[in-house]
T-cell receptor
Framework: GAVVSQHPSRVICKSGTSVKIECRSLDFQATTMFWYRQFPKQSLMLMATSNEGSKATYEQGVEKDKFLINHASLTLSTLTVTSAHPEDSSFYIC?????????????FGSGTRLTVV | GENVEQHPSTLSVQEGDSAVIKCTYSDSASNYFPWYKQELGKGPQLIIDIRSNVGEKKDQRIAVTLNKTAKHFSLHITETQPEDSAVYFCAARWRGNTPLVFGKGTRLSVIA
């Protein structure tokens, strides 16, 4: 699978501010990336699919104006949590799917722990 | 869409014993079933996976079995060690490069 770098690993921000999380595919051109959110002791829940050069596709219940996704290049997708509130505190993880329909290895970033105070 | 159920939610075993975690999926079109290990504060790490055209796969102490008819797959860890303690997630892929759908996870504790 691809090598994925996610930054920052943890961030603390004040309520009302915005935070940007980066996900880079270091050795693979990813036209698609996935963003997941994981609350404590829960599973990974898909938030959105990031598409290079076009709008992201959001899952039901995820506010697209709050969680801004930009996939401007084949190696970088960013997730910006706007006007963050304490309930946005969570573990955010990006994922790069395999190349081609007959490949199978999904790669995950190391995650970003967001704490909103 | 796909739905994945995972059991048990917690599992404690004595060191050296075996651990089994089971998952079921809903969509018969799903064709790829990976298992991930997640340690605290880290992203999930792939430990083993199986494709729909295979019934069993083994990698040292870890094995996965797939029953397509029943739509369930299982993770087997033999000779468990304390470092196997973590949260394990099963997942399924519906088709192509669609995102993985995860089970709710199993917290495995291996007691020395």
């Amino acid at each position: 699978g691809a090598v994925v770098s996610q930054h920052p690993s943890r961030v603390i921000c004040k309520s009302g501010t915005s935070v940007k999380i980066e996900c880079r595919s270091l050795d693979f051109q990813a036209t698609t990336m996935f963003w997941y959110r994981q609350f404590p002791k829960q599973s990974l829940m898909l938030m959105a699919t990031s598409n290079e050069g076009s709008k992201a596709t959001y899952e039901q219940g995820v506010e697209k104006d709050k969680f801004l996704i930009n996939h401007a290049s084949l190696t970088l997708s960013t997730l910006t949590v706007t006007s963050a509130h304490p309930e946005d505190s969570s573990f955010y993880i990006c994922s790069v799917p395999p190349a081609g329909l007959n490949n199978y290895g999904y790669t995950f970033g190391s995650g970003t722990r967001l704490t909103v105070v | 869409g796909e739905n994945v159920e995972q059991h048990p939610s917690t599992l404690s075993v004595q060191e050296g014993d075996s651990a089994v975690i089971k998952c079921t999926y809903s969509d018969s079109a799903s064709n790829y079933f990976p298992w991930y290990k997640q340690e605290l504060g880290k992203g999930p790490q792939l430990i083993i996976d199986i494709r729909s055209n295979v019934g069993e796969k083994k990698d040292q102490r870890i094995a996965v079995t797939l029953n397509k008819t029943a739509k369930h797959f299982s993770l087997h860890i033999t000779e468990t060690q304390p470092e196997d303690s973590a949260v394990y997630f099963c997942a399924a892929r519906w088709r192509g490069n669609t995102p993985l759908v995860f089970g709710k996870g199993t917290r495995l504790s291996v007691i020395a």
